[in-house]
């Protein structure tokens, strides 16, 4: 009878391992009833932090709300939690323009975990493969744009690491966006100027403060057109301020606006958008030698009045 109970009292405990995800030092079996939480072994394990948190496998899977028993003798990693939700407003921005950029968080140690630029619920943790560069794995993680746009895939500094060995990027976050094109790009200090007017406008993760393509604000939607009461655009200014165009996120779904009608996509991005119907922006620039501030503050406002018509 004493051996039958301690039987059924051992296939009642799960054992497993958790595992720091920064720190591998940090490692430790425990033994938890059946039917707990992976969370909350993770708490019992001592080595979770006290913020927010998931869990991974070590293929990069979440599996922090899963119970231990799909899990027994795993080892899972403990790191910084996910992003969660859908809403624009989370987009991966810089505070202010001119701040210097904070590196990513880590995931984890087995994987990368590339993002959109644009929209950090897109994510993808990818094992990479043997020989495999980081664009190579990104396009396997299937981060690479519909509209065959020109991408490429950033660190937290804004560098290209296209070309890079993927296998020496791995517990990295890094940013797929659209490539640079040389001959447009506008410096931070020509945003910086325009905030008195326009003091939404953020700088999108993953580029060089020199050399900007597209940029985040919003404006003011007198019409009840947009969700949540204001435009939230990406302008692109790759091709440079003699052909800027700006795209809408948070269009109303079924609104028929007379200016924003076409459906798009963020240059270098799967991320669904309408352009702006815009006209013929030239005749705007009323100074004889306007300055790239003047130039771009003239279009936004010319961009604000036609959201509003």
Partial sequence: MNNMKQKSKNENMIQL?????????????IEVPAGTSIAQAAKDSGIAPKGAFDVFTPGGEAVTQMSVDRHRDAVLYIGPQKVAGGANDEFILDPEPGDEIEDGPQMGPKFICFTSAYDPTVRHDVVPQDDQTVKQAAQMAGMGPRDQSAWSVFDADGTTVD???????????????????????IDIAELSGLRGDFPSIKVIKGQKRNNIKLFYLQIKDQKNRAIGGRYECVVDVRAGLANLHTHILNLKPNIRHPHVYTNSLIPGTNHKSFTVCQGDCNNLLINSKPSSAEKLGAYLNHIASVLNS
């Fill in 17 to 29: 391992t958790m595992s720091n995800a920064v720190d591998q030092t940090k490692k430790i079996r």
């Fill in 163 to 185: 070309n890079q060995p993927a296998s020496e990027l791995t517990g990295e976050v890094l940013y797929v966006g659209p490539t640079a094109i040389d001959a447009g790009a």
